[in-house]
C-alpha cells in the first residue's frame, strides 16, 4: 500500500469548511488573477487616447479565437486532472502520472495545430464574428502576436489543474499569480512607454503567459509534486487519452461553445446595432467573467476533495463537500447579480471613457447579467459531476446550456416582437436560468446513484 502524503491525508481527514477554504482561496485568487491577463489589456486599451474604444471592440472580436485556445487547455486539465486524483485516492501513483504524461502529450500537440489553424483562418474568421473597415486592424494585430504563444498558453493552463488536484493550491496560485504580474507590470510598459499600442499589450500576454508556463513545469518535474512528470510518461498511451477526453469533452464543450456563442452574439449586435453595440459585449463578457472565475474558482479547488474522496469511497464526506460547494457557488451569484443592477455605471466606467458606450452599457448590463443568480446551481452541480468522473452528464448539460439553449435563442428572438438588439441581450439570462434549473433538478435525483460503489468501479 502507498504511503499517503500529507495533502492527501488532508483531503480525507482535515475538518471540511478549512479545507476548503484553504484549498479554494487560493484558486479563487488564481482565476481572478488569471483573469487580469485580459482584463487588464482591456482596460489600458479601452483609455488608448487615440481610438481607445475601437480597439477594444477589435480585442473583444478575438475572443472566439482566445476561448478556443483556453477550451483545448480545459479538456487536458479539467478532464485529466480529477482522474489523477481520483487514482491518488485509490493509491494507483504510477496511474496518476501516466495520465499526467498523456496530457503534456496532448497539449503538445493542440498547441502545433491551433496555431497553424488559426493563422490561416484568421481574417475572414475576424469578419464572420463581427469586424467592421474601422475595427479589423486593430483584431488582426493582437491576434497575430498572440498566436505565437499558443504553446505557452496551454501548458500554463492546461497543467496548473495537476498541481491543485494534488491540494496544492497555494503553489497552483502562485504559478498564476507570476504569469499576471508580469502581465500587469509589462503592459503599460509595451503599450504607452514603447508606443506599441494594441500589439504591446498582446506581446505583454505571450511573455507572461510563458513565465507562468515555465513555473509550471518546473514544479511538476520536481520533488516537490506528488505527481511527477517523466519523460517516459510521454509516450501516448490511447486507454489514457480516452480517459481524459471522456470527462474533459465536458469543459472543452462548455468552452468552446463559448467561442460560438461570441461569434453569434457579436455578429448579431452588428447587423442590429453596430460597432458601439459589439463594443458592449466585449464590457459584459469581461463584467461575465468575474463571477464566473469566482465561482469556478472556488469549484475548482474543492473539486479535489470531492474527487480524492470519491475514489476512496468516503461517500458522507463526498455529500457534505458537495452540499456545501453549492451553497457557497449560488450565494456568489446572487450577490454578484445584485451589485451588477445596482452598480451598472461603476463597471462600465472601468473599461472605456467613451460617454456612448458607458450609457450603453448601464442599460444592458442588468439585463445580460440578471441570470447570474441562479448561475451558481450550475457551477456547483457541474463540477461536482466532473469531479465524480461523470462525463456523460457533464456533457449533456454542458450543451444544454450554451448549444441547445443560448445560440437558438441568440438567434431567434431578435426576430421577435421587434426586439432587435435586445432580443440577442436577452438570450443570455433567459439560457442562465432554465440551464441552472435543470441541472439543479438533475442533480437532486442523482447523486445518490452515483456514490455507491458500483458506480465507483466504472470511473
Known amino acids: 500500500m502507498e504511503h499517503q502524503s500529507r495533502s492527501q491525508q488532508a483531503l480525507a481527514e482535515a475538518p471540511l469548511w478549512p479545507l476548503m477554504l484553504k484549498l479554494a482561496m487560493p484558486a479563487v485568487i488564481a482565476q481572478l488573477v488569471n483573469l487580469l491577463y485580459n482584463i487588464v489589456d482591456r482596460v489600458y486599451i479601452g483609455h488608448m487616447a487615440e481610438n481607445g474604444d475601437l480597439a477594444l471592440t477589435g480585442l473583444g472580436l478575438t475572443f472566439p479565437v482566445l476561448l478556443s485556445i483556453s477550451a483545448f487547455s480545459a479538456l487536458v486539465g479539467s478532464g485529466g486532472s480529477p482522474i489523477a486524483a481520483i487514482f491518488l485516492?485509490?493509491?494507483?501513483?504510477?496511474?496518476a502520472q501516466r495520465i499526467l504524461g498523456n496530457g503534456v502529450f496532448l497539449l503538445l500537440v493542440f498547441s502545433a495545430f491551433l496555431t497553424v489553424l488559426f493563422f490561416a483562418v484568421k481574417e475572414p474568421l475576424l469578419y464572420l464574428v463581427g469586424a467592421s473597415e474601422k475595427t479589423f486592424a486593430f483584431a488582426d494585430q493582437y491576434l497575430s502576436i498572440y498566436l505565437l504563444g499558443t504553446p505557452f498558453v496551454l501548458l500554463s493552463l492546461g497543467l496548473n489543474p495537476y498541481i491543485s488536484c494534488q491540494g496544492k493550491s497555494k503553489v497552483a496560485m502562485c504559478s498564476v499569480l507570476i504569469?499576471?504580474?508580469?502581465?500587469?507590470?509589462?503592459?503599460?510598459?509595451?503599450?504607452?512607454?514603447?508606443?506599441?499600442?494594441?500589439?504591446g499589450a498582446a506581446l505583454a500576454t505571450v511573455v507572461s503567459q510563458g513565465i507562468s508556463a515555465l513555473w509550471v513545469v518546473g514544479f511538476l518535474i520536481s520533488a516537490r509534486s506528488d505527481l511527477r512528470l517523466r519523460p517516459r510518461d510521454l509516450r501516448p498511451r490511447w486507454d489514457m487519452i480516452r480517459r481524459i477526453a471522456a470527462l474533459g469533452i465536458s469543459p472543452f464543450i462548455m468552452q468552446i461553445t463559448e467561442s460560438a456563442i461570441s461569434l453569434v452574439l457579436n455578429n448579431?449586435?452588428?447587423?442590429?446595432?453596430?460597432?458601439?453595440?459589439?463594443g458592449s459585449m466585449t464590457i459584459l463578457n469581461s463584467v461575465m467573467q468575474i463571477i464566473f472565475a469566482l465561482n469556478n474558482g472556488f469549484a475548482g479547488g474543492v473539486q479535489s476533495i470531492i474527487s480524492f474522496n470519491y475514489g476512496a469511497r468516503n461517500f458522507e464526506r463526498v455529500k457534505q463537500t458537495f452540499r456545501k460547494l453549492i451553497g457557497v457557488t449560488f450565494t456568489m451569484g446572487a450577490v454578484f447579480t445584485a451589485l451588477v443592477t445596482l452598480f451598472p455605471g461603476f463597471f462600465a466606467g472601468l473599461f472605456t471613457d467613451n460617454a456612448q458606450l458607458i450609457a450603453l452599457t448601464e442599460k444592458v448590463l442588468p439585463v445580460f447579467c440578471f441570470g447570474m443568480f441562479v448561475f451558481g446551481i450550475q457551477?456547483?452541480?457541474?463540477?461536482?459531476?466532473?469531479?465524480?468522473?461523470?462525463?456523460?452528464?457533464?456533457?449533456?448539460?454542458?450543451?444544454?446550456?450554451?448549444?441547445?439553449?443560448?445560440i437558438p435563442l441568440a438567434l431567434i428572438l431578435p426576430r421577435v416582437g421587434g426586439l432587435g438588439v435586445w432580443g440577442v441581450y436577452l438570450s443570455e439570462p433567459i439560457a442562465d436560468v432554465l440551464s441552472a434549473t435543470s441541472?439543479?433538478?438533475?442533480?437532486?435525483?442523482?447523486?445518490?446513484k452515483i456514490l455507491s460503489e458500483e458506480a465507483v468501479q466504472r470511473v
Open 439 to 448: 441541472i439543479g433538478i438533475t442533480f437532486l435525483f442523482s447523486y445518490k
Open 179 to 199: 504569469g499576471a504580474l508580469c502581465n500587469i507590470i509589462l503592459d503599460p510598459i509595451f503599450i504607452f512607454a514603447l508606443e506599441l499600442g494594441i500589439r
Open 268 to 278: 448579431g449586435l452588428q447587423t442590429y446595432g453596430g460597432d458601439l453595440y459589439v
Open 379 to 406: 457551477t456547483g452541480c457541474q463540477n461536482t459531476f466532473i469531479g465524480l468522473g461523470q462525463a456523460k452528464i457533464s456533457l449533456c448539460f454542458a450543451l444544454l446550456r450554451k448549444v441547445v439553449l443560448l
Open 89 to 95: 485516492g485509490k493509491k494507483d501513483k504510477a496511474s
